[in-house]
């Protein structure tokens, strides 16, 4: 069993950057692929980025490759999204997720959801 809980989210201009983290409770964090996804009012879930068990892959949407970072430190149990340039299109809440060892961009394939925590973005 797994909880994750996102922290990092508020209020940013344009042009900015935010680093997210989600802290995860449970002794096979290591074990999980972990991922991003965020939702805008009306909209499907969205995959942001994810990141294999061990650290050793990473994978992006295209709409964020080369402005948004995803990284884990199993030490501590946390993944971080750390997101440059930032523009009124990325304001979503964004969520982070689990699932056993490799990350998916579907939403139904994870089995552990945070909270979730708003981002947004004035221009």
């Known amino acids: 069993q797994v909880q994750l809980v996102e922290s990092g989210g508020g209020l940013v201009q344009a042009g900015g950057s935010l680093r997210l983290s989600c802290a995860a409770s449970g002794r096979t964090f290591s074990s999980y692929g972990m991922a991003w996804f965020r939702q805008t009012p009306g909209k499907e879930r969205e995959f942001v980025a994810g990141?294999?068990?061990?650290?050793?892959?990473?994978y992006y949407a295209d709409s964020v490759k080369g402005r948004f970072t995803i990284s884990r430190d199993n030490a501590k149990s946390t993944v971080y999204l750390q997101m440059h340039s930032l523009g009124p299109e990325d304001t979503a809440v964004y969520y982070c997720?689990?699932?056993?060892?490799?990350?998916?961009?579907?939403?139904?394939?994870?089995?552990?959801w945070g909270q979730g925590t708003q981002v947004t973005v004035s221009s």
């Open positions: 990141v294999r068990y061990d650290g050793g892959a990473t």
């Open positions: 997720a689990g699932r056993w060892m490799v990350p998916t961009t579907t939403a139904n394939n994870y089995g552990y």
